[in-house]
Structure formats: structure tokens, C-alpha cells
């Protein structure tokens, strides 16, 4: 049996015990009644996120595809997001790679998305701002990679952004339009797994907003931006998880006083 | 060549000549070594490291954006900084693509207990990065890149240079899928998709790998019909308008299927 200090894993015996994480890539869409299109890439990019962070020392949660993926699981409301086999809160790291939604362009009221295309768990669409809490009760969720079509657009990162933070220490993303958007590419994920999850000494180790400001760019339309951000106590703790975290780091969970982002645009 | 030419220790002064090519002050080497395809050395702060395939290379100062600071200088300088890297590590300056400067901005705010807004603090420009990618006679290879940011002293903060050897035959393919797309090659239809732009080019695996898949391909962007539906598909076709594999980062094996998923029992009652 396992019990959780604030942000440490520890046995009950206080041994160390790796973080987990999961991946949820979605690349049916057509063929499971959904608008399309399919998206290839998110299957190669999560079985490489996963082979980065088995080679890290972490260790797999769960690792769904296509209808096995549930909307529900983003969502805390009846706890679907901690659900027992594939609940995006249940452990400490999360990649999800498949369709977003983009406004053209977004204001500050327009709400982010994570679209599935699941076989349960309807709907399939997340309202993030609304329906995401990650980190709270018994949620886990510390780093959020989401690698879709702008789920963390600037314009409107207060109202779909800091109401998410229960708990959760970084999360990243892109902001973008239509037209100024990320292409299906199984290269940011990978690449930010490669550097953060310090599998290879001699690859450089970095924080999880030095990582996906260094990938986010991989593969977007010119305007596209990507997007980190980071709640903390206070305002320089918010600024250094933000800048410095590391996803093996071992930082407890923060109090969200203040939120600090930071982005990157094509 | 004597034996001592391939020695661990020339192979690691090499190194350390490379980090004094790039203006690296590494200091005093604390550690040394290579494991799978890359070897690096690593002083206190800084760590550089190559990969044993390919021309791909890698700078990381811990202090950088931190106590490092950020280079100061005019964006120009910066580009002129990035071609002279790629110059001393033997790149053609024919290869070297449209360079771009991506500003990094930051903001902060704080919030109350209820999560409402106490103060919004403005945008603030912070470090800026050059971007410089690679074309040949024109045609984008679209994974290579010099990724460069300085420190406030212009030395790299963080330099990912990816810019592997390329076959001829490589670039002679990619010359005749450039032909046929002048000719009005037409990709394959995609369900619940419109095609947005096709063009030529050479794709490869990205920096951080452990193999090194290249392969030339047309590169069709398709627009969702929906226009609302984001993450836009991108394929890599061959000249039979096969797909072309994935440039690959490991040698996988097939994952083991999963699923299908169990779903939640109802709650009885």
C-alpha cells in the first residue's frame, strides 16, 4: 500500500517510489463517427513519450488510444478524471495528443478543449476551464503536456487556466487560431520527453518550460505560440516552477496565489 | 591515423575543442563520458554533448535566464552570431535557411482564495532565440535546425544544432518530388479534410534519438473541413504517394495492443 506525502511518493515504509505517468493519443476520429481528421501522428508520439520516461526511471500508469481515451477523463466532475484505469488525475505526469478546437480568433471569454473520441465517456469535447481540476482531492496530476490544436490560448489563460491548478504544478500547451496552428507531429511530445525526463546523462536535463519552449515550435503554423505556465505560493515560487521545475524535482504541490506563464511564438 | 587519433581521451579533448568552437566557457570538466550515441563533458554549470550519428550537438548552462542573464544585443547580431557557429562546425552557408528571431514573453498574476484577480501584471519580453533552419536549393529539411539563445555574456545559454549528412541520393529524390509537384502531383483525398499546402523536401529524425531516419517526401498540410477542429494532419508522402514511415527516434517494438478498456460499473441501486 501506497500513501502520497505533499508531492513525495513514499511507501508506507517511507521508500521513494517513481512517478507515473500516462499517455492519451487519439488518432481515430473518422472511423469512430467523429469529425475528422484522423490524426497519425499521436500514436508514435505516445509510444515515444513512453519509451523516454521507461528509460527515466518512471513508471507507466495507463496508456489508452483512440476509443479507449474518454472525455470524461479530463473532467472532475463524478470523478472521471480519477478514474481508477486511464483518469487523467490519477498520476503525476499526463500527455494527451489528439484534436483541440481553435476560435478565429479567440477572445478572453472563448474556452479551451480537449477533444476525444472515446467509446465511453461522453462527451467527447472538455471545456477545460470549466471542467478540469487537476491535483485536487485525490488527484495526483502534477505536469499537464497537452499536444492538441489551442488549448491554451493567451488571450484567455486566466479564465480556462488558473481555475485548473488544484494541485497541478505545469502545464503547457499552444495558443493559436485556425490558421495559425500546431500540425499533427510526433516531434514536441517526444522531444519535451527526451528532455525532461533526464534518461541520458548527456542529454541536456531541462525544466519542463525550458523544454517545451525549446520543442513547442516543432512542427506549428507560422503565429502559433507555445504556452507554459506554472502556479506557485507566491509570486517568485510561481516564476521559478514556471522557469526551473524539473519533472523529477520532487516538489510539493502548490498553493495557487499566483499564476506565472510564459510563451514562444513561431 | 595512429590508435591514439581514436582514443577515449582524443574523442572527449575533442569535445572540449567543440565547446571552444561554440565560445563555451565550460571551466573545469567535472565529468566526462558517452552512453548510447551521444558522449559529452560537463563542468558545475554547463553541459555540452554530441551525438556519435549525426552532426547534432547540444549547449546547456544551468544559470541560464537566471543568474546567466540574457544576450542584450540587436536581434541582427544574434542571427550574425548563429550563421558564425554554423560557419566554424562546417555548415554551407547555401543551406541555411530564412533565420528567425522567436521573442519569449512572460506574465504573472496573483489571485485570492476564491481565484479572483488581484493583480495582473503586464507582458515582459524576456530572452530571445534564433531559429535558423536548413534548405537545399530551396527545399526545406524541415528537422534540421540551429536553435540559439545567449547569455547576457553571448556565450550559448542553450544550442541545439541538428544538421545531419544527407545522401546525395537523398537530395536527388527530393529534386524529383520537387518536379513532380511542379508538374501537379495531387495528394490522396482525406476524410473530413481539405488540402492546405503541398510541398518537397527532406524529413529526418529529430536531435534527441537513437536512430537516424532520412527520407525525402512531399509534405501535404491538410485544413480540417470543420474549421473549428484544430491539430491540423500532416503527411509525409514518396514518389507512389505512399505514405513515408515516421522518422523514427528508437527502435521500437510494436507496442503490445491494448484495451479495449473496461468501463466503470453502473452504480447499483
Known sequence: ?266 | MTSQEYSDERELKDVERLARTLGVEIGEVKESGDEANFVGIRSEQILVSKRLDSQTVFVHDESFGGDGGSFGGSDDELIEISRRVLEELGVPSSEIGEPAIAHEATQAAQVDQEGRIISMEDPEQRRRVARLPRAIEGMPVWSSELVLALTERGRPGFLQLHWPELSSEVVQEARRLRHKVEKGWRPPAQPGATVESVEAGIIHSPAVGFVMDVYAAIRVIYKPRRKTIGRKLMLHFDRHGKTVPAPRQFDLPPDQPTGPRKKPRAPRG
Request: one cysteine or more; aromatic letters at 10%; a negative charge.
Open chain 1, 1 to 266: 500500500m501506497q500513501m502520497w506525502d505533499t508531492g513525495i511518493g513514499l511507501t508506507e515504509e517511507g521508500g521513494r517510489v517513481p512517478l507515473r505517468y500516462s499517455t492519451g493519443c487519439v488518432r481515430d476520429y473518422v472511423p469512430n463517427g467523429c469529425p475528422g481528421p484522423d490524426l497519425p501522428a499521436t500514436i508514435p508520439e505516445g509510444a515515444n513519450f513512453r519509451a523516454w520516461y521507461a528509460l527515466g526511471g518512471f513508471q507507466l500508469f495507463s496508456r489508452w488510444e483512440n476509443g479507449d481515451v474518454w472525455g470524461s477523463d479530463f473532467r472532475d466532475a463524478g470523478n472521471g478524471d480519477l478514474e481508477p484505469n486511464g483518469g487523467s488525475d490519477k498520476p503525476e505526469i499526463y500527455l494527451f495528443a489528439g484534436h483541440g478546437t481553435c476560435q478565429n480568433p479567440p477572445t478572453a471569454t472563448s474556452p479551451d478543449f480537449i477533444v476525444a473520441c472515446g467509446n465511453f465517456g461522453d462527451p467527447d469535447s472538455t471545456t477545460i476551464g470549466t471542467q478540469c481540476r487537476w491535483g485536487n482531492g485525490a488527484g495526483n496530476l502534477r505536469f499537464a503536456f497537452i499536444d492538441a490544436s489551442c488549448p491554451m490560448d493567451l488571450v484567455s489563460i486566466r479564465n480556462q487556466w488558473f481555475p485548473v491548478f488544484r494541485g497541478l504544478h505545469v502545464a503547457v500547451g499552444h495558443s493559436g487560431t485556425s490558421t495559425q496552428d500546431a500540425l499533427d507531429s510526433d516531434v514536441r511530445g517526444t522531444q519535451l520527453a527526451a528532455f525532461t525526463s533526464g534518461a541520458i546523462s548527456w542529454i541536456p536535463h531541462l525544466s519542463v518550460g525550458d523544454a517545451w519552449m525549446a520543442v513547442g515550435l516543432n512542427d506549428v503554423q507560422s503565429g502559433c505560440c507555445a504556452v507554459v505556465i506554472a502556479a506557485g505560493s507566491d509570486r517568485d515560487d510561481a516564476i521559478d516552477r514556471r522557469d526551473r521545475e524539473k519533472v523529477k524535482d520532487e516538489r510539493s504541490d502548490p498553493t495557487p496565489r499566483w499564476f506565472a506563464w510564459r510563451w514562444v511564438c513561431r
